[in-house]
């Protein structure tokens, strides 16, 4: 039934400011922008080895009250170094949601919550490195 990640969305209450912030992160610039460039409803980046995509999109359009704060399910982002990449992400305005911990069989996992009130998880997961490596 399900086969994957395919996209993870983020509400933001200011795309302009979401697409500089998240540009400066992931060191790329959206492929896709509605309606346009100049004033984006929704911006998506291609992200990592698989070039899942994350969109940003404006709050207006969420189906639920964005302005409660941080909440729901956390999507999880395979990284080399959850330690480092967390620091960055704390450098580039993010709060701490969850500090990293050292999980069983070298699973590691953190998460923050990104200048716009979304949770961003992080993990090292030796699964994701042996399904690559296939």
Known sequence: MLRGFTTITYF?????AARRWYADMLGVEPYFERPD???PAYVE???GDYQHELGLI???YAPHDTATGPAGAVQYWH???VRASY???LSLGAREHEAPVDR?????????VDPFGNIVG???SPHYLEVLGR
């Not at 069983?104 to 923050?112: F, N, P, Q």
């Open 87 to 89: 620091a960055r992400l």
């Open 79 to 81: 990284v080399d170094d």
């Open 104 to 112: 069983e069989a070298g699973w590691v996992t953190a998460s923050v």
């Open 58 to 60: 404006d709050s207006r």
């Open 45 to 47: 980046f291609r992200v």
């Open 37 to 39: 460039p100049d004033d």
């Open 12 to 16: 933001v209450d200011d795309v302009r």
């Open 122 to 124: 992080l993990m090292y």
